[in-house]
């Protein structure tokens, strides 16, 4: 993969590293971020190589930024939301307004990484990764590149009342990307496989794939609710939905290993209760 950023644990803190070399201490996401799209290869291009990145892989964001998300975008999310909810025709309404839904998700300090533990709540009996492919945006709102997101969810708790969704989302483990974001055209980013298994006691409990294609909205269209009327001038990162979702019959369970792949990027997390 080219043009593929990291960050790692060193002694001196987090650092960004392109391509398996570290980056120039004073270079980070934020940093390359706050620049308009097309300036960020131009910065990198001049940031030398250094030593190979030998360092943790932390998620890849800093920890001032911020993670949303954008719900109902897929036709088999408005499925689920419709099946869980005691307010069906909410979800039928958003799936076919011109408004997006987007949400809070998590600060960058919140974040799990590839190989780190995701949570279900405690006072949720029904839980569920989401796998979504994650938006890099920069301070104008471009699109420069792409991750892998697991968008955990109590669905029992949304399905209760809509307005508890920022208590189905938002809670600690509740958002991983990673391992790192690959810088890419966003016409690169239309027609990504994304693949989800969830492994319990060593054996396969779902299974589950989709594409990017099957968004009905187009990935700018979603951006651009975000940033219509928010600024984000350290960029931001933007869950687009999710296509897969295991059977009103399945939640997560303690110790179950969710592996989820977005084009040549693969997350894989561990969850914890």
Same mark, same amino acid.
């Given at each position: ?16 590293? =392109?391509?398996?070399?570290? =980056? ?43 993670? !949303? ?8 999310? /408005? ?8 307010? &069906? ?11 997006? @839904?987007?949400?809070? &998700? ?19 009996? !029904? ?41 189905? &989302? ?18 690169? =980013? ?8 969830? !492994? ?20 700018? @269209?979603?951006?651009? !609710?975000?940033? /219509? ?7 931001? =990162? ?25 084009? @040549? ?9």
């Amino acid at each position: 993969m080219s043009n593929y950023l990291t960050r790692h644990q060193t002694d001196q803190g987090p650092r960004w590293a =392109l391509n398996g070399h570290y =980056l120039s201490e004073g270079i980070s996401l934020s940093s390359l971020l706050r620049e308009p799209g097309d300036g960020i290869l131009s910065t990198l291009a001049t940031a030398g190589d250094g030593p190979a990145a030998d360092g943790e892989l932390l998620a890849p964001i800093d920890d001032g930024q911020e993670v !949303w998300a954008a719900g109902v975008t897929y036709l088999r999310s /408005r499925e689920a939301r419709v099946e869980e909810s005691q307010s &069906k025709d909410l979800y039928q309404k958003v799936y076919e307004a011109e408004r997006v @839904e987007v949400f809070f &998700k998590a600060n960058g300090w919140r974040v799990m990484g590839h190989g780190q533990a995701v949570r279900i709540r405690r006072d949720s009996q !029904w839980n569920v990764p989401e796998p979504e492919l994650t938006l890099v945006i920069s301070c104008d709102g471009e699109i420069v590149g792409y991750t892998a997101g697991n968008d955990m969810s109590s669905r029992d708790i949304e399905g209760e009342n809509p307005l508890y969704l920022p208590q189905a &989302k938002i809670y600690d483990g509740s958002c991983a990307v990673g391992p790192g974001i690959l810088l890419s055209d966003p016409q690169a =980013l239309v027609d990504l496989p994304i693949y989800m298994s969830i !492994w319990r006691d060593g054996a396969a409990a779902f299974q589950g794939e989709t594409s990017s294609a099957q968004l009905k909205r187009s990935l700018a @269209e979603i951006a651009g !609710w975000l940033t /219509r009327e928010l600024a984000i001038p350290h960029g931001a =990162l933007l869950m687009t939905g999710t296509g897969i979702v295991p059977p009103d019959n399945f939640t997560l369970a303690v110790g179950d290993a969710v592996r989820i792949e977005v084009g @040549e990027l693969s997350l894989e997390n561990i969850v914890q209760s």
